[in-house]
């Protein structure tokens, strides 16, 4: 069966440090990958999706990147964090085709 | 892309009542998610049902595609079925999901 690996579950960082956060999916091939984002404990915001390895797709400009190395693996970067990227961050797959997303456990990101 | 509303924004229940949420599509979908959201942050899969009417236990969902909208039913509601809960919608393939702003729900005892 399919698995979704999201980590670290929490995080606090100052501002204008790095981020780095990682999503590896298990058991299945050349799955879309995404990466959310969720403020003040409502709302999912899409920031990233990605069909294939090296293809990302943006869908809100903002101070965050997404790399996607390999087949099953998707990282969200950011060289410089502000205090507004604090949020809770979701990674999801899904298969090709608009079929069922599931989602990775989170990850809670401070910025302070 | 497609704009998702969900309605009531918060309701509050009884132990035992039972209640209904819903959600209107902008746009034709082909991909339609139901979710709660527990304490933790976690979104549990509750429906992928983009057609036609889905139940599990206490649950159901009903979606009437040609009309843009879908049901999320919750009989005899349990203090644990609280917390957010979230449709979700996509009609391309290989973009993502897009969310409604999501139902709290709080069940008293």
């Known amino acids: 069966s399919q698995t979704i690996h999201q980590w670290p579950a929490t995080l606090v960082q100052p501002v204008g440090s790095p981020l780095s956060l990682e999503c590896t999916v298990e058991?299945?091939?050349?799955?879309?990958l995404y990466w959310y984002r969720q403020a003040a404990g409502r709302g999912l915001q899409l920031l990233f999706y990605?069909?294939?390895?090296?293809?990302i797709s943006s869908e809100v400009p903002q101070n965050l990147s997404a790399s996607r190395p390999q087949d099953r693996q998707f990282i969200l970067s950011s060289k410089k964090l502000l205090l507004s990227d604090s949020g809770f961050y979701l990674c999801?797959?899904?298969?090709?085709?608009?079929?069922?997303?599931?989602f990775g456990q989170g990850t809670r990101l401070t910025v302070v | 892309g497609i704009q998702v509303e969900q309605s009531p924004p918060d309701l509050i229940l009884q132990e035992g009542a039972n209640s209904t949420l819903r959600c209107n599509f902008s746009?034709?979908?082909?991909?339609l998610q139901w979710f709660h959201q527990n304490p933790w942050g976690q979104l549990i899969n509750l429906f992928y049902?983009?057609?036609g009417t889905k139940q599990n236990g206490r649950l159901s969902a009903t979606t009437v595609a040609t009309e843009r909208y879908s049901l999320l039913y919750i009989s005899s509601s349990q203090t644990t079925d609280s917390g957010v809960y979230f449709c979700?919608?996509?009609?391309?393939?290989?973009?993502?999901?897009?969310f409604g702003k999501g139902t709290t729900l709080s069940v008293s005892s």
């Open positions: 979700a919608g996509g009609n391309q393939a290989g973009t993502a999901l897009i």
């Open positions: 058991g299945t091939s050349n799955p879309n």
């Open positions: 746009d034709s979908v082909n991909n």
């Open positions: 990605s069909v294939g390895i090296g293809q």
């Open positions: 999801a797959w899904g298969g090709q085709g608009g079929t069922e997303a599931f």
């Open positions: 049902i983009p057609s």
